[in-house]
């Protein structure tokens, strides 16, 4: 090289640009290399155009940045609860076409009157029944999401199973039909609140609304198949009453054995009564905090009402928990109880009174998400000690100020959301006064 050159003109040295596809930094592939020298240029191809094609395609369907920006449990939740739902959508072909026969669709005695006003009637009361639903169990479906997921689908099942009875009833036609669509009213109002507690769950970066339009988008798949499906099966089996109700009761016990699946598959990290019972209870014995994975195959996912434990009346430590209590109910002997044990919660925004084998807690006015926390785990603490056969306020209070924050701080490690409790809405609180406030009012 001519070192009297200017470094303006030496000659241009080789060029490689990389071509990369993909919608997030964690999950990119390499498309294209092109190279550069002073007098050619070269390029290469990976994969093919119909590669591409599919990718794109996928991308209709599963989040941006999949799997990185979803938790673990998505696919297999994704894969159990869409097989559940093709197994409803065909299912739902033959209790329509059940239910539409028994109003007199194809009969030349039905008047389009008739018909339009047993609708109105079945819509009515479904939407009636979805608000009594939403004001009685509104505030509970967040806490115990997998367990009114679960529920949710039973009573859709239960509506189908009513429409399908329907034109064996004809006398009793406009009462079972209204008992359908209140049925499915519930299953309406728990599946939307429980799927949007399940998204903010599989939400890893800030994707709830691509999670949630990707499973919009998963969920018209399923019902295009499963009407096509169903379509198929009730012209196979048109006539047939043997064969409908065999491929009905057939679908319906695998949508129920999907729907336990689906629900069993989740490891959720929010902190609701029994899952704060499970960690506290290994942490008391081991020191250590179980992971979302090993709480999960030890909840209980069946309703209360289902299990044998209701039964032979055995309560487990968290049912023993009233948390929220009125303080209007209290007796002479309960304010007693309180008056010799407050001085063990002095800086606490919340008092504990053991009673019959139960703990009730009382809210403060001013208590904060972490103090309902923190209540809540005190109580637990204060019934182990009550199942040994004693009760020490002083003993639970010492527990709390020696392991409490360190119980916290390893459920943060472990990736569990410790804001708040999740729990029925606390509609009843109280306010006492301590020591030298009490003393200004005399």
């Known amino acids: 090289m001519d070192a009297s050159r200017p470094q303006s003109e030496a000659a241009p040295a080789w060029v490689t ?18 190279t550069a020298s002073p007098s050619s240029l070269t390029s290469h191809r990976f994969g093919s155009r119909w590669g591409w094609i599919g990718g794109r395609v996928l991308g209709a369907f599963v989040p941006e940045g999949f799997p990185g920006s979803v938790t673990p449990d998505y696919v297999p939740f994704q894969m159990w609860d869409t097989l559940q739902g093709l197994s409803t959508y065909i299912r739902a072909m033959l209790s329509t076409q059940a239910l539409l026969g028994a109003i007199g669709v194809g009969e030349q005695s039905a008047t389009v009157i008739g018909a339009t006003f047993q609708w109105f009637l079945r819509d009515l009361t479904g939407m009636l029944g979805g ?19 679960l529920v949710a689908d039973f009573m859709n099942d239960l509506g189908m199973l ?32 429980t799927r949007a507690a399940l998204t903010q769950h599989f939400a890893l970066a800030n994707n709830v609304a691509d999670i949630s339009a990707k499973e919009g988008s998963q969920e ?17 089996t048109r006539g047939h009453a043997l064969s409908v109700w065999v491929s009905f009761l057939s679908l319906t016990m695998f949508h129920m054995y999907a729907n336990y699946k689906a629900v069993q598959s989740l490891s959720l990290t929010t902190l609701n009564y029994e899952r704060t019972s499970i960690l506290l209870q290994y942490f008391k014995e081991c020191g250590e905090v179980l992971a979302p994975q090993k709480v999960s195959q030890q909840e209980h996912i069946l309703p209360l009402w ?3 434990r209701k039964l032979i009346r055995i309560k487990l430590p968290y049912e023993r928990v009233h948390l929220g209590a009125k ?17 063990h919660y002095e800086n606490a925004n919340y008092l504990l009174l053991d009673k019959e084998g139960s703990v009730h807690i009382f809210i403060h006015k001013q208590a904060t998400s972490a103090d309902v926390l923190k209540s809540f785990v005190h109580a ?24 409490y924050t360190t119980f916290i701080s390893k459920l943060q490690m472990k990736g569990y959301s410790t804001e708040r409790l999740l729990s029925h809405s606390i509609v009843w609180r109280a306010h006492w006064l301590h020591g030298p406030e009490e003393a200004k009012l005399k």
């Open 220 to 236: 018209t798949l399923a019902t295009m198949s499963g009407m096509g499906l169903g379509m198929l099966l009730a012209h196979i």
């Open 306 to 308: 289902s299990s044998w």
């Open 17 to 34: 640009v990389e071509e990369w596809n993909g919608s997030s930094a964690s999950a990119l592939s390499r498309t294209a290399v092109l």
């Open 327 to 343: 303080a209007s109910v209290l007796t002479h002997t309960d304010m007693l109880g309180i008056a010799k044990t407050r001085s």
């Open 162 to 193: 009513m429409d399908l009875l329907s034109p064996l009833f004809p006398s009793s036609l406009i009462v079972i039909m209204c008992l359908g669509s209140l049925s499915r009213s519930f299953t309406g109002v728990a599946s939307g609140a």
């Open 131 to 149: 608000i009594l639903f939403t004001f009685y169990q509104g505030s509970n479906l967040d806490s115990n999401a997998k367990t009114w997921r």
């Open 380 to 403: 637990l603490v204060l019934v182990s000690s009550m199942l040994k056969g004693k009760t020490q306020h002083a003993e639970a209070r010492q527990w709390m100020g020696d392991n």
